[in-house]
C-alpha cells in the first residue's frame, strides 16, 4: 500500500518539477495543429512523440486513415496497463481580434496560462506526463505499465478511431483508461463523465426544380423546395421534443437506478442555464432528477441549419428549386447512427418523402461505462484526498466523442480525471489553465496510476 507519506513526496515532486512540465506545455501550443485547417498536425504528431521519447517512454508515429496517431508505452513493475486516450489536435485560433496574446504562444497573466489547445487537449497531455515522473521519481519505477494513444483528429469528430481501435486491438490492449479531459465543475469541485451519447449528423435535400423560378410564375403552379423540406421536417418531431420516427426509441436503455443515484447527487443545473440563455422554460421538466435525466438520457433531433431561397436584405420573389436543411440526432444507448439513418429513410418514404435525400455526414456510437467498475470507485477515492470533496460523477454526458471502440473493443472501463475549470474556454478565444487546477489535476492523476499499480 502507498501510505500517505509516499503521496506527500509524490506532491512535493509534482511542485518541484512543475517549471518542466510549462516548458513542455509550452513548447507543444507553440506548435499549431488544427485539424480543421490541416495546419501544423504531422510536425505536431512528430513533437508529441520527442518528447514522450524525452520523458522516458517508447514512441511511434502511427497513421490512419486520417491524420497519424502517436501511440506510446512506458513499461512498469506490474504488466497491468493504463492506457491515456488524448488529441495533440486543436480548434481553429479563430477569431484572432479577440485574443488578449498571441494564441500559439503560452502566455502567463497572473495564475493562468493562456494559448490555444492549452486546456483541451495539451494540457492533458502536460499533465498525465507530470504525473507519471513524480509517480516514477517517488516509486523508483512505474506501478503499472502505461499506454498512450493521442489522436490528431478529435476535433473534427474522431472520424477514424473506431477503425484505428478495431485496427490496432494488440497494440492498445490495456485494462483501464484515462479519457483525454477532466477537471472541476463551476462550483470547483472534481467532476467525472462516465459516458457519452453518440450521434447521427445528416443532411437533408430536396430539389424540386433544376433552377429556381419567378414565385409570379411558378408560386401557384410549381412545387416549392422550402415548404417540401419543412413539410418533411415537421413530420420528425412534435412541440414537446418527442422523435416521431416509428421505433425510434426501441433500443433506448433507460438509465439505471445507480445512473439516477448520481444525477440526484449532480447539482441542478436548471436556474443556471435558463437564467444564462434567457429561456422561458424548458421543453419538458422544468428542474429536479426528471429534467437531469431529460437532458442526457433522451436522445434529440435537432435542426442545426435550413438553407433555401433569398436570405439577403429586403425581398426577392424567388420561388426555391433546392432545400438543405443540417440535423444531428443524439443517441443514448443502445442506439446506433445506422439503425437510425434506416429509420429515418423508412419513416420519409411512409410519409411520401421519397424525394428527400439523406447524406451522413457525421456518426459516433454512444458508450456508456459501468458505474460500480473498481476503476471508477478508484478514481473516485484518489479524487478525494486532492479535492477534498467528493467527485461529482456525470453518468452520462450530453456531447458526443469516439468513446465506443475503448469501450467495447479494448473493454476498458474509462475515467476522467484533469486540469479543465469553468473559465478554460477551450474553443474560444483566451483558453487558459488556472495553475491551481492544473496541479491539482496532476495531483488527481498521479494518485490513479499509484494506486491502480496496487489494485
Ligand atoms: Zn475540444
Known amino acids: 500500500m502507498i501510505d500517505n507519506a509516499t503521496y506527500a513526496q509524490i506532491d512535493r515532486r509534482i511542485e518541484e518539477n512543475l517549471d518542466r512540465y510549462i516548458d513542455i506545455l509550452a513548447r507543444l501550443c507553440a506548435q499549431p495543429s488544427v485539424s480543421a485547417q490541416h495546419l501544423g498536425i504531422e510536425p505536431c504528431a512528430e513533437l508529441v512523440a520527442t518528447i514522450l521519447r524525452e520523458e522516458g517512454f517508447e514512441a511511434e508515429i502511427v497513421p490512419s486513415a486520417g491524420n497519424p496517431v502517436v501511440v506510446g508505452r512506458g513499461e512498469g513493475r506490474n504488466p497491468k496497463t493504463l492506457l491515456m486516450y488524448l488529441h495533440y489536435d486543436v480548434q481553429p485560433a479563430e477569431p484572432l481580434e479577440l485574443w488578449e496574446s498571441p494564441p500559439f504562444e503560452l502566455t502567463r497573466r497572473g495564475n493562468r496560462l493562456y494559448a490555444r489547445g492549452i486546456s483541451d487537449d495539451k494540457g492533458h497531455i502536460a499533465a498525465r506526463l507530470a504525473a507519471l515522473a513524480a509517480v516514477r521519481d517517488v516509486l523508483g519505477e512505474l506501478p503499472c505499465t502505461v499506454k498512450f494513444v493521442i489522436e490528431g483528429e478529435e476535433e473534427i469528430g474522431s472520424p477514424n478511431m473506431q477503425r484505428f481501435v478495431e485496427d490496432h486491438r494488440e497494440l492498445l490492449a490495456s485494462d483501464a483508461c484515462i479519457w483525454e479531459f477532466g477537471g472541476v465543475n463551476v462550483y470547483g469541485d472534481p467532476e467525472m463523465s462516465l459516458g457519452m451519447r453518440g450521434i447521427c449528423y445528416v443532411e437533408l435535400k430536396v430539389s424540386t426544380a433544376n433552377r429556381d423560378a419567378h414565385s409570379g410564375l411558378g408560386g401557384s403552379i410549381f412545387p416549392n423546395a422550402a415548404w417540401r423540406l419543412v413539410q418533411a421536417l415537421n413530420t420528425l418531431r412534435d412541440e414537446n421534443g418527442r422523435i416521431l420516427i416509428d421505433g425510434f426509441y426501441e433500443n433506448v436503455r433507460p438509465p439505471s437506478p445507480r445512473d439516477c443515484e448520481y444525477l440526484d447527487r449532480a447539482p441542478d443545473e436548471s436556474g443556471v442555464l435558463r437564467e444564462m440563455y434567457g429561456l422561458q422554460r424548458y421543453l419538458g421538466a422544468q428542474s429536479g432528477l426528471e429534467w437531469k435525466i431529460q437532458a442526457v438520457f433522451e436522445p434529440t433531433c435537432t435542426v442545426c441549419g435550413l438553407t433555401s431561397g433569398y436570405q439577403g436584405p429586403g425581398s426577392k420573389t424567388v420561388l426555391p428549386a433546392e432545400a438543405t436543411a443540417k440535423v444531428d440526432f443524439r443517441l443514448v444507448p443502445d442506439q446506433t447512427p445506422e439503425e437510425v439513418v ?114
Open 342 to 455: 434506416g429509420k429515418l429513410r423508412a419513416h420519409l418514404d411512409r410519409h411520401g418523402f421519397e424525394d428527400v435525400a439523406i447524406t451522413l455526414l457525421a456518426a459516433q456510437r454512444p458508450a456508456k461505462v459501468d458505474p460500480d467498475d473498481p476503476f471508477v470507485q478508484l478514481t473516485i477515492a484518489a479524487a478525494r484526498d486532492v479535492y477534498d470533496t467528493e467527485m461529482v460523477v456525470q453518468p452520462i454526458i450530453g456531447g458526443s466523442g469516439p468513446l465506443y471502440p475503448f469501450v467495447s473493443v479494448l473493454g476498458v472501463p474509462v475515467v476522467s480525471a484533469g486540469v479543465g475549470y469553468s473559465d478554460s474556454r477551450a474553443h474560444a478565444p483566451n483558453e487558459n489553465v488556472d495553475l491551481d487546477y492544473f496541479v491539482k489535476g496532476i495531483r488527481h492523476t498521479a494518485r490513479i496510476i499509484a494506486a491502480f499499480g496496487e489494485q
